[in-house]
């Protein structure tokens, strides 16, 4: 902190406050002797209990795609190289809601890939199934992000030196580079949940709101913010505690 000049300490205070003040405010506004009541609901447990569930497959998915992803990005060379990165980074600066449409119209009834789901009677829009794959097409980018830069910082030279002695590519894989990405790798998994967790437009555009279903709990805050202020303030808090426990478990987890 010495070396740093102290007027960085002025807009990181502000900084500090713009992210922690609307929390607070929010906490403040909680009717706490009601507490209990608000979020106890049958609509609002089953939407925690969707959103929890469905985060933690969409944060599995994610480790499955995004590791090889990953691993492609950061040690291939090749042209169009670039290119594959800004695509598979679009998630991160598409509204949700676009992404949503995007899905609909890929595994919709009548999307690219719907249309022959259907022949074979799957149906997957407006169904958990669904709500899965939107938080798992917003989640992805994060992890995939997350690991490219500590595969790129770690570099190959351990790789290489156990590739000398003999190993297999896949005994490289699973003895070497993955436990040196561990912390990057853990850290990108609960970013993954976390935003996942927090998903509404993908979800509501491609899988609906149905109870039970697909209506998970950012969903389930929105339609309680017109019937019943009070119960929405109190799931968003609960969704804030959730979100500061993942994440400050994943941070104890993580070596420094």
Known sequence: MSTLPRWML????????????????????????????????????????????????????????GVPMSLLLARSEFRGLTLLRSLVLIPLVLPPVVGGIALL???????????????????????????????????????VLSLEGALRTAGTRYEVAAASLGARPSRVLLQVTLPLVMPALLSGTVLSFARALGEFGATITFAGSLQGTTRTLPLEIYLQRESDPEAAVALSFVLMIVAVLVIAIARRRVPA
Do not use: D, K, Y
């Open 10 to 65: 002025i807009p990181a205070l502000f900084g500090g406050l713009f992210v922690l003040l609307p929390l607070v405010s929010m906490a403040l506004q909680v009717r706490w002797e009601n507490f209990g009541e608000l979020v106890s609901s049958e609509s609002s447990l089953a939407a925690l209990r969707l959103s929890l569930q469905t985060s933690a497959t969409s944060a599995a998915l994610c480790v499955l795609f």
């Open 105 to 143: 119209h890929t595994f919709g009834r009548q999307g690219l890939l719907g249309r022959h789901f259907e022949v074979l009677g799957l149906q997957i829009a407006f169904s958990t199934t669904a709500v899965v794959l939107a938080q798992t097409f917003v989640a992805l980018p994060f992890l």
